[in-house]
């Protein structure tokens, strides 16, 4: 089946826009009435800090496919610095068309994930969009331990604004990115929308700085 990719276009520069320290603090709190772990970073460089402190050396740990966990240098540390089993560095030695069962297998429930979200609204709420879907059953149930730190951009005011985000602005800059690693461009196929976390196992990490998109 072959899917064609609809460009869509220039993304939206009012969802650059960034959240002052309140109305980050006021978010985490909102985090937390609903069971999530939330905490507002000092910077970029803190909350890289925090992530790796909250990730035992020798755990099994996924890093999703994130710009933000890019640009803090934690995709790099957590697959090439051997203190941890990295399960994207198994996920490349594996071969998808004779071993994606155990691939699927191997990315759904890591005993830690780390990733970002594409908004949060003032209330509390998680929007993490995909064009694939490989993250989002992790965030929602499988994973162990969850670690999502988002820039103070991502801030969104409900759920209708933070899905107009997904479509006008991190879907756009996605479609680019993807274009210029060669590929044809991206899509958006599966959003997920966390309202609660009972379990307490997802951490969410606010950041006062521009990270990812």
Do not use: C, W
Not at 95 to 112: F, H, S, V
Not at 138 to 152: D, E, K, M, Q, S
Not at 198 to 212: A, C, D, F, K
Request: aromatic share 4%; no cysteine; hydrophobic share 40%.
């Amino acid at each position: 089946m072959t899917i064609t990719l609809t460009d869509p276009g220039p993304p939206n520069l009012e969802f650059e826009k960034p959240a002052d320290r309140s109305r980050l603090e006021s978010t985490a709190a909102a985090l937390r009435r609903r069971g999530f772990h939330a905490q507002v970073a000092d910077s970029a460089e803190h909350a890289r800090r925090l992530v790796l402190e909250a990730i035992p050396e020798g755990a099994e740990v996924h890093s999703a496919l994130s710009e933000t966990i890019r640009e803090l240098g934690i995709s790099a540390e957590i697959d090439e610095s051997g203190r941890y089993e990295s399960i994207r560095t198994r996920l490349r030695g594996l071969d998808r068309a004779t071993q994606g069962r155990e691939m699927r297998k191997l990315g759904a429930a890591p005993d830690y994930i780390v990733g970002s979200a594409h908004a949060i609204t003032d209330d509390g709420e998680v929007i993490v969009a995909s064009g694939s879907g490989s993250q989002l059953g992790a965030y929602a149930y499988a994973g162990g331990n969850v670690i999502l730190v988002v820039g103070h951009q991502k801030l969104v005011r409900d759920l209708d604004e933070g899905l107009r985000r997904v479509r006008e602005y991190s879907l756009p800059r996605e479609f680019v990115r993807m274009q210029s690693e060669g590929f044809p461009g991206s899509m958006l196929a599966k959003t997920l929308i966390i309202h609660h976390e009972p379990s307490g196992r997802i951490n969410v990490i606010l950041v006062p700085e521009t990270l990812g998109f």
